[in-house]
């Protein structure tokens, strides 16, 4: 069964640190894509980063980068340099054969 | 860009109701999904569709449907509306693969 594991329910971090969110994940699909999601209080999904599980290089997408070990099966999200925008909720998600599971989010909090 | 759209950000009912929430997408994709999320409980995928008129459950279905008459177009109907299913509720279509799903807004139901 594909499953997603978020371990951290909130995080806080000091404005222009870095910060790393966890994502676990388990699936037998050979193939699969993992995708990284904020959510900031006003409700609506921003898609931020993807990797594909064929993908030879780490995705990047501005200040964020996707640190994905395979062969621990973990896609952590590491945003640089954040902003007091960066505040939201995050949610990692699998995709594999149609199908999409998204872990239970890590809450981010930005402290000035 | 990808546009998808959810017909009301907030809507307040009265228990016992019938509600319509609705989703529009201008891709062309094939797959649209309803979810709803709580907190603490993450994201619940209610109804998904892969087609015009096909439509599958989800993890959680009941008290709910769904109708997709056209491709662009995915509605969901809580029959008889009860407190309960007073949440936020997420609409999203999917491209093919390896794209990630695109979200709308969000609507927030309140069932009084």
């Known amino acids: 069964a594909q499953k997603i594991t978020q371990t951290q329910p909130g995080m806080f971090v000091q404005e222009k640190e870095a910060v790393t969110l966890d994502c676990t994940y388990d699936t037998s699909d050979p193939s699969y894509g993992l995708f990284w999601y904020k959510q900031p209080s006003s409700g609506e999904m921003i898609f931020l980063i993807y990797?594909?599980?064929?993908?030879?290089q780490n995705a990047t997408e501005g200040r964020y980068s996707l640190n994905f070990q395979k062969a621990r099966k973990s896609a952590n999200l590491v945003i640089s340099a954040s902003q007091l925008g960066d505040s939201a909720m995050y949610f990692c998600?699998?995709?594999?054969?149609?199908?999409?599971?998204f872990g239970k989010g890590t809450r981010l909090h930005i402290l000035p | 860009d990808v546009k998808v759209t959810q017909s009301s950000r907030y809507l307040v009912k009265r228990t016992g109701e019938k509600v319509f929430l609705e989703c529009v997408q201008d891709m062309d994709h094939e797959n649209m999904f309803w979810y709803r999320q709580d907190p603490g409980l993450g994201l619940r995928l209610i109804y998904f569709s892969y087609d015009v008129k096909m439509k599958e459950k989800g993890d959680i279905p009941e008290g709910y449907s769904v109708s997709r008459e056209k491709k662009e177009r995915f509605s969901l109907i809580l029959e008889s509306a009860s407190t309960n299913q007073t949440s936020m509720y997420l609409c999203a279509s999917l491209p093919a693969r390896p794209q990630p799903q695109h979200f709308g807004d969000g609507t927030r139901l309140s069932i009084l």
């Open positions: 990797q594909g599980s064929y993908d030879q």
């Open positions: 998600a699998m995709r594999g054969d149609d199908k999409i599971i």
